[in-house]
């Protein structure tokens, strides 16, 4: 089983960067393909972005693409979300999840296991 611990969150003006960190403990991300999700208060959860367990494929929701970017690096057991020009409608939650089973799913029923989440908000 594996556990996740996110990180990177805070406060920024609208146009800037943030970048997010997700550590996975107790097994190592090659067994898992990953995702973002974000909550904004009163919102269902939503996806953001995924990545295959080998680095190969990345996937968008049209809200970020273009902004945000997802990768993956294997030694430090660690994805990422770079996420650029961003704007105050990316006020969330983001949390990251992890799936044994391969694809990069948006939903969020397919994912097993979760971490804690990191506040991100931006200021107008």
């Known amino acids: 089983q594996v556990q996740l611990v996110e990180s990177g969150g805070g406060l920024v003006q609208a146009g800037g960067s943030l970048r997010l960190s997700c550590a996975a403990s107790?097994?190592?991300?090659?067994?898992?393909?990953v995702g973002w999700f974000r909550q904004a208060p009163g919102k269902e959860r939503e996806f953001v972005a995924a990545?295959?367990?080998?680095?190969?494929?990345?996937y968008y929701a049209d809200s970020v693409k273009g902004r945000f970017t997802i990768s993956l690096d294997n030694p430090k057991n660690t994805v990422y979300l770079q996420m650029n020009s961003l704007k105050p409608e990316d006020t969330a939650v983001y949390y990251c999840a992890a799936k044994p089973d391969y694809g990069l799913g948006y939903y969020k029923g397919e994912y097993d296991y979760w971490g804690q989440g990191t506040q991100v908000t931006v200021s107008s």
């Open positions: 107790g097994r190592t991300f090659s067994n898992y393909d």
């Open positions: 990545i295959s367990r080998s680095g190969t494929w990345t």
